[in-house]
T-cell receptor
Framework: KQEVTQIPAALSVPEGENLVLNCSFT??????LQWFRQDPGKGLTSLLLIQSSQREQTSGRLNASLDKSSGRSTLYIAASQPGDSATYLC??????????FGPGTRLSVLP | DGGITQSPKYLFRKEGQNVTLSCEQNLNHDAMYWYRQDPGQGLRLIYYSQIVNDFQKGDIAEGYSVSREKKESFPLTVTSAQKNPTAFYLCASGGNVNTGELFFGEGSRLTVL
């Protein structure tokens, strides 16, 4: 059964820092991996989707990489801003349409 | 405006009552999902549907029921059999089976008094 973990559970950084969030999964037979952002009391907003055949995806200050063989994905945020403060979740799409979510990393960017 | 609409945003229920949460999407997606989110826990799948008039149980389906009579709609009923229904409920939809990108609504918070 697929298991997804995220490290660290929480992270606090000063504004302007570059940072990396980690996502690990146990079963490499995946369709794709998706990163989301969740603000308190809100739904999830899709940030980046990486197909299993891709190594990375970029959107603005965000870059996500995927290494299926090692069961890892990283989300890189450049020049962090207070508005980036949120919980970031990764989800792995296994064959069969069942997404498995990680517990999330709670990010605080201090002005 | 394309997206997923969940209602109500907040709902209070007395013990023993059934409640129905609405989820509507205008993204023309085939697949729809219901998740439950509790503090300190990841999202857990309740039910999902890949096509109209068909749906499957997820990991925590006990005490819940769904229907999929229209492509756009996937309502979730929280029955009195659900022992701990207070939670944040999220509806999602996905289009292409192979790309599998998920999109979420804004969520519904259910509190049992």
């Amino acid at each position: 059964k697929q298991e997804v973990t995220q490290i660290p559970a929480a992270l606090s950084v000063p504004e302007g820092e570059n940072l990396v969030l980690n996502c690990s999964f146990t079963d490499s037979a995946i369709y794709n991996l998706q990163w989301f952002r969740q603000d308190p009391g809100k739904g999830l907003t899709s940030l980046l989707l990486i197909q299993s055949s891709q190594r990375e995806q970029t959107s603005g200050r965000l870059n996500a990489s995927l290494d299926k063989s090692s069961g890892r994905s990283t989300l890189y945020i450049a020049a962090s801003q207070p508005g980036d403060s949120a919980t970031y979740l990764c989800a792995v799409n296994n064959y069969g349409q069942n997404f498995v979510f990680g517990p999330g990393t709670r990010l605080s960017v201090l002005p | 405006d394309g997206g997923i609409t969940q209602s109500p945003k907040y709902l209070f229920r007395k013990e023993g009552q059934n409640v129905t949460l609405s989820c509507e999407q205008n993204l023309n997606h085939d697949a729809m999902y219901w998740y439950r989110q509790d503090p300190g826990q990841g999202l857990r799948l309740i039910y999902y549907s890949q096509i109209v008039n068909d749906f499957q149980k997820g990991d925590i389906a006990e005490g819940y029921s769904v229907s999929r009579e229209k492509k756009e709609s996937f309502p979730l009923t929280v029955t009195s059999a659900q022992k701990n229904p207070t939670a944040f409920y999220l509806c999602a939809s996905g289009g292409n089976v192979n790309t599998g990108e998920l999109f979420f609504g804004e969520g519904s918070r259910l509190t049992v008094l």
